[in-house]
């Protein structure tokens, strides 16, 4: 029965790994130090050795990806191989579910069961009484029990738009899969090119919706949890978006490349994995930070 | 399962082919390697050598202990060794050794030639001495390094810490990184690439407990990087989850963390239960107990650690209702493990049993881990936990599960494998030694904590009042000697590295049963590049 069984690849000693393990430890060396740098008001080579470690990042990054890629084209993967990447991915995109829980966690806290206890609610009204004497209860968390206040970011006008936007990209990413199933190239690099466009469009819409909040909503990361958790969540979506953008323009020009078969194209099918996730992530967000 | 010995054979001669690689030489060997099993040696190693250092800060807070009063330390530094030490053991020796046994093991174990990705466990390992090296080296910095206890409960990480804490935070995220890599990895390989034949009910029990830790890891870790990053946010970017000022609440922090953490603890015990079902049998010549009920115990326990996290929080005013919910769930958990210490016992019930190195640990893990679980049981009663809260008796409970469980059976697994992995037999005499210091020390060293615990003292304080002292001499002089017994364990193992030794035969152990060991003593460096088909 062994003739059948084609041979796993495992690869011979790579010199990427040790490279990314470098570029991590120089990002968070420098991060760190950039962070208490500017809480300190000092200047320092924090950020110098935070580029340095995102170079480095980059330079692993493309070095592997060219290592897998030859490869992958060099015939050497196999289907069970495949399956380790598609299942590998899959349980990333669960870890990155858990990542925005622990923050959705934090919002659901803050709206069911802090905020609410503040203001008095359960058995807290000495609570409300002794510490936060005339602090009502509400979300959006406009005056918070310390006294800063902002105002509530409203979900119509560029959150909506920006909903649809993405829901559209969704769609259009699907239908960029599809093409390249069914081996429809213009399809294929059309919807591609389209769903880049939308992604590149929400951010923007995002930078304007920021400025909006800072420049005439006063509404920042440091006003109370309200603020707190709509630019953590919001802030952490659109760096994904971000990275999924840069996936998916890898992928239109390894498209071009002609790097893809209709049953070989593992990081296509990687990358659209993560956009559908994003997008999910920002439904989530859209009911529960803008409109509930 | 010995049909399968024919295609091993076959197998280990077929090695010469033309793309195969045989054991590089030099240091970049260990750099570069994408072998699952020097991966396994170097996450050995790694956790070895962590394991010595978070010993020699228990060490010094042991020494500071030994008599009331302030005399070696300052309580600063004594706060960063008591966070620091609980932060490497937990990330720095136990999760790594258990993910060092898993690579070494689980390929041998379901007949797999290698992890299922091979560079991406290379990433998982090396990451790891880097995020060490920040965590410690943020003991240096001006201000010194993390002094909020393990747990690093707001306000103490946010308003009341020293700059350090962006240090801290960032080698956490690393460390959480390798963790999701590493379980990513574990997964996948038990998914797709198991043997033909090797079907879910009949993988090795360490397997199925590594299968669900790994879930547990991918499920937990991401949301311990969620509250190291409010962490740092609320620090040093003005965000106040964690502060009550602005809506948060300090409480919340606990939540996140304990979400975290509760299924960490059993991270960090289920391999361990594993280790012991492979080995029990083993000695007791017999096939383990209820199977098939350890699987389905091993999957509850791991349901259960998701809705019982704020057993950590009775004392922090949550409503009564919350309180008898986290109760009850706690103590349902102890129906699963009791029935894994009712299987082992009636594993070895009738059997023909021998005592060599690893069944004594296994058989010291299950009488004190479970003295461990039934102080936990204790601490699950509300009312009682009033009282037991942040005392020694919590800190006697977690040791139990975590010295006399966690590292006993780490330690039984290196017993039990180290001659299949060097082909030479460890020195026994120096085993026996290290087993009986290690079995008399340990209990004298955490045994009087549940007497001074019950008796009210508090946990992480450098001082205590005069009543404990005479309990805190014999816990300290049990410290040094059970700190001192790991020498004889680090020179035992030096001596097997060196392959010095009577050598051993493929099976090893005369009842030892599994699919590791069916190939040759020492396993070579590649196994089961075609798969062995299992009956």
Known sequence: ??????????????????????????????????????????????????????????????????????????GLYSDQLGRSYRQGMSWFIFSEVMFFAAFFGALFYARMISVPWLGGASNNAMTNEVLWPGFQAMWPLVTTPGGTTTQEMSPAGLPTINTIILLISSVTLHFAHVGLEQGKRRQLTTMLGVTILLGIGFLFLQVEEYIHAYQELGLTLQSGVYGNTFFMLTGFHGMHVTLGTLILIVLFFRVLKGHFTPDNHFAFQAGSWYWHFVDVVWVMLYMFVYVL | ???????????????????????????????????????????????????????????????????????????NFFNQMTTVHGLIMVFGAVMPAFTGLANWLIPMMIGAPDMALPRMNNWSFWILPFAFAILLGSLFVEGGGPAFGWTFYAPLSTTYSSDSTGLFVFSVHIMGISSIMGAINVIVTIF???????????????????????????????????????????????????????????????????????????????????????????????RLFGYASMVYATASIALLSFIVWAHHM???????????????ATMLISVPTGVKVFNWVAT???????????????????VLFTIGGLSGLMLAITPVDFQYHDTYFVVAHFHYVLVTGAIFSIMAAVYYWLPKWTGKMFDITLAKWHFWCSLVSVNVLFFPMHFVGLAGMPRRIPDYSLQFADYNQWISIGGFAFGLSQLIFLALVIKACKKVGEPVSDRVWEGAEGLEWEIPSPAPYHTFETPPVVK
């Open chain 1, 1 to 74: 029965m062994q003739q059948e069984y084609q041979r796993y690849y495992v690869p011979a000693q790579s010199p990427w790994p040790i490279v990314g393990a470098v570029a991590l430890f120089l990002i968070a060396v420098g991060a760190a130090n950039t962070v208490i740098e500017n809480s300190n008001n000092e200047s320092g080579y924090g950020v110098h050795i935070l580029a340095l470690g995102l170079l480095t990042l980059l330079v692993m990054l493309v070095g592997w990806f060219k290592n897998q890629i030859d490869e992958s084209m060099g």
């Open chain 2, 1 to 75: 399962m010995s049909k399968a010995t024919d295609t091993l054979v076959a197998d280990s001669d077929a090695v010469h082919d033309d793309h195969h690689h045989g054991a590089p030489k030099g240091l970049m060997r260990w750099v570069l390697t994408t072998n699952h099993k020097d991966i396994g040696t170097l996450y050995l190693w790694f956790a070895f050598i962590m394991f010595l250092v978070g010993g020699a800060m228990a060490m010094v807070i042991r020494a500071e202990l030994f008599q009331p009063g302030l005399q070696i330390v300052d309580p």
């Open chain 2, 192 to 286: 797709n690439m198991r043997a033909p034949g090797m079907t879910w009910m009949k993988m090795p029990l360490f397997v199925w407990t590594w299968l669900i830790t790994a879930f547990l890891l991918i499920a937990v870790m991401p949301v311990l990087a969620g509250a190291v990053t409010m962490v740092l946010t609320d620090k040093f970017f003005g965000t106040s989850f964690f502060d009550a000022a602005g809506g948060g609440d300090p409480v919340m922090f606990q939540h996140i963390f304990w979400f975290f953490g509760h299924p960490e603890v059993y991270i960090m015990i289920l391999p361990a239960f594993g280790i012991i079902s492979q080995i029990v049998p083993t000695f007791a010549r017999k």
């Open chain 2, 314 to 328: 009775f004392t922090t005013g949550m409503p009564v209702f919350a309180e008898m919910f986290f109760m009850f």
């Open chain 2, 348 to 366: 070895m019930w009738r059997g023909s049993m021998t005592f060599e190195i690893p069944m004594m640990f296994a058989l010291a893990f299950i």
